[in-house]
């Protein structure tokens, strides 16, 4: 049984979850149909390191049938969906995640989807390939088993705080090998980050506490691509939105949507709804908290659950805390305030809910699956210890595969508009430095 899940009786559940997911999938549609007899993964190892919603499960078994050997653990120790990973699990690719892991198992995970068994006794290999989603196992591997990277020939990785954590390691020299920085192509940035936070928002606030969004003053930390999606939603729904920035720029982008723009102290004294969305420690930390009023909401978006001091609000035993659900604390900080934490200052979309929807986590995997290819078929073309964006006519592709469902129809320039745009019928459109 080479597996570590919550309940292999799931995968009938998780099976049918994902089947929907698949209905809204464009992307994963059309690379099967393209790749499923070339088999282009034959033989290549895969170690995944992403959280296991439904939209991963689809992803995986994509990887599959295109002919990889794989294996999957979480990036987070608390926010992979059971089904998924039975079904996962049912389908035979080893994977080691479930819905709560304790530290010791979450690192044990990782290790077990690095190691591939060889030959029946207890010698392995080390992957071929790495996906990874925050630099997780890359840190992991690094400190533990560096020679794990004497043969990797590449990872992608797919998020903000991820492409920063490798931008270090490789500050500090000791990045390994070539990795491709999936979260900038525009069709991820743009799309995950932006459209499916300003869904999955919604969702985690309502999965965890029962409240009326509209005419509640929400205030917004980080204005970039998350933030943006969460302001755009919350407005949406009515309420009055307020953002905390450190970036001029970013500031006066809020301002120009209408968004007031306000110091820690103004937003902590003034705001109901708190979502962090920055990448950064302690965004909402005790000098915000001990402003805020009764029944004020807290909740992160960004990154792992380091935006929110938790360490002070849980940890510290300062104050009471009231569990009213599973992603729900209620937390007294005076005897006439208490405050609301939702999913332990984890992300709120993914641990309260069940993240990103289909669509966007199509063209997020779409972008995957050709950085994969691009890797694998230009051996040369890219160092190792270097980060590379995905070329632009992959990006453009990764649109084309997803483009078709999403309806509408493109023009095409005529022979005398390519000679005045100096730009081919078939793209790209767009110089590299473009910013969309
Ligand atoms: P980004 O760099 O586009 O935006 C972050 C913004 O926060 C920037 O504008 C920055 O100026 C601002 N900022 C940084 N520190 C701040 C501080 N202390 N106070 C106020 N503002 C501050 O990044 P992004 O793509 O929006 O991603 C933000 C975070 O969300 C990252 O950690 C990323 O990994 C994560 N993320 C989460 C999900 C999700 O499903 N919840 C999806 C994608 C990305």
Request: hydrophobic fraction near 35%; aromatic fraction near 8%.
């Amino acid at each position: 049984m080479d597996y570590y899940i919550k309940d292999i009786n799931l995968a009938k559940k998780g099976k049918k979850a994902v089947e929907i997911s698949l209905n809204d999938m464009p992307g994963i549609v059309e690379l099967e149909r393209m790749y499923s007899d070339k088999k282009p993964l034959a033989g290549v190892k895969i170690t995944g390191c992403v959280i296991v919603t439904y939209e991963t499960a689809a992803f995986i078994l994509l990887l599959k049938k295109l002919g990889a050997d794989l294996r999957w653990s979480s990036d987070n120790k608390y926010a992979s969906l059971d089904d998924a990973c039975a079904y996962i699990a049912s389908e035979g690719v080893p994977i080691f995640a479930t819905s709560e892991l304790t530290d010791e198992k979450f690192f044990w995970c990782m290790k077990q989807s690095a190691k591939f068994p060889v030959g029946g006794n207890s010698k392995f290999a080390w992957p071929d390939i790495v996906i990874d989603d925050g630099c997780d196992i890359t840190r992991f591997l690094h400190e533990k088993f560096p020679e794990a990277y004497d043969n990797l020939k590449g990872t992608c990785e797919q998020t903000t705080c991820g492409v920063n954590a490798h931008q270090n390691l490789k500050k500090e020299g000791k990045l390994k090998t070539i990795v491709i920085n999936v979260n900038e192509s525009v069709t991820k940035s743009k799309f995950d980050n932006i459209y499916g936070s300003r869904e999955s928002l919604i969702e985690g606030i309502q999965s965890t506490i029962n409240i009326q969004i509209g005419g509640k003053k929400a205030i917004v930390y980080g204005y970039g691509e998350v933030g943006k999606g969460c302001a755009k939603v919350l407005r949406g729904m009515g309420a009055n939105i307020c953002v905390v920035e450190i970036d001029p720029i970013i500031a006066m982008q809020a301002k120009m949507e209408g968004f007031e723009i306000l110091s820690r102290e103004e937003a902590a004294t003034t705001g109901e709804i708190f979502v962090s969305a920055t990448g950064c420690i302690k965004t909402i930390a005790e000098q915000d908290i001990v402003l805020m009023r009764n029944g004020a909401i807290l909740m992160n978006m960004g990154h792992g659950n380091m935006e929110i001091d938790t360490e002070f609000l849980l940890r510290t035993k300062k104050f009471e805390v009231e569990e009213i659900n599973e992603g729900l604390k209620k937390i007294k900080i005076t005897d006439d305030r208490n405050i609301f934490l939702l999913a332990d200052g984890y992300l709120v979309n993914l641990v309260g809910a069940s993240g990103h929807p289909p669509r966007v986590m199509s063209i997020t995997y779409t972008n995957h699956v050709l950085a994969i290819l691009e890797i694998l078929n230009n051996p040369g073309k890219y160092q190792k210890g270097e980060i590379y964006r995905m070329p632009r006519t992959l990006d453009e592709q990764a649109a084309r595969l997803n483009f078709p469902s999403i309806g509408g129809k493109l023009t095409i320039l005529s022979d005398e508009q390519e000679k005045y745009l100096g730009c081919k019928k078939e793209g790209p459109f767009k110089r590299e430095d473009y910013r969309y």
